[in-house]
């Protein structure tokens, strides 16, 4: 990943700063957003001190302000310029995973899934589009419950639904290699700790940045499985 700059949005804690991390190691230039801006620094801190280039800023992806600075600032982070992988991996999940029926819960909770985990997504790939470089690459994390329609996920699940529709929209309407990568089950916040740890999978993002077949990945959901298969 020498020469390639990559944003990664949530890339503070969990799968962002798994890949985060995984990016970093393998050459790459790398800036993170998250809301909180003490967790940025300490993010950053933490990447420069293994000799990688980094940059970051408090990032809420609510506020497309926020996201189009972040955008501006990785953009220039590289030493070519412009980005060249993008990681919306911010997310939030109000309540317990597993225990937040749909027809349980507040507006408001459906309102920030839809907004953060949604929109949040758009917003994203909206704001880096000005700076992608020829060959960039959106990746999007998801899961099975965007699909399955497993009991008691409620608004997060349709919130992640909707972020896989935004991949197919910009994967038809653009030029770029825009997709989803669900790892499974992953030890997070969101999940209460429960899953595989994220530096288990980060991997997985790096061979969908730079190894794997823009057309395995374009508008599509890449398992687990075809990774671990693709990389025998």
């Not at 929209?169 to 770029?176: K, L, N, Q």
Request: glycine share 14%; charged share 25%; with cysteine.
């Amino acid at each position: 990943m020498d020469g390639l700059t990559a944003v990664v949005t949530g890339g503070t804690r969990g799968i962002g700063r798994a890949v985060a991390d995984a990016f970093a190691a393998d050459g790459a230039t790398v800036v993170v957003g998250a809301r909180d801006a003490e967790e940025v620094e300490a993010t950053v801190d933490a990447l420069e001190a293994t000799g990688a280039t980094a940059d970051g800023c408090r990032t809420d992806v609510r506020d497309e302000y926020d996201v189009e600075r972040l955008a501006r600032t990785a953009s220039r982070a590289g030493e070519t310029g412009g980005i060249d992988i993008v990681v919306p991996a911010a997310g939030v999940y109000h309540g317990d995973a597993g225990h937040t029926p749909t027809d349980d819960e507040s507006y408001a909770a459906f309102d920030d899934h839809w907004r953060t985990n949604g929109r949040g997504v758009y917003v994203t790939i909206c704001e880096s589009i000005p700076h992608l470089t020829d060959g960039a690459r959106v990746l999007v994390p998801t899961g099975s419950v965007a699909s399955d329609g497993t009991a008691g996920y409620g608004s997060y699940a349709i919130s992640k639904a909707t972020a896989e529709a935004v991949v197919r929209g910009f994967a038809a309407d653009t030029e770029y290699v825009v997709g989803c990568l669900d790892p499974g089950v992953v030890a997070t916040e969101l999940t209460g700790g429960h899953g595989r740890d994220p530096e288990t999978v980060a991997p997985m993002f790096v061979w969908a940045a730079t190894e794997a077949d823009p057309e395995v990945v374009d508008g599509t959901v890449v398992g687990l499985g075809e990774w671990k298969k693709a990389t025998r």
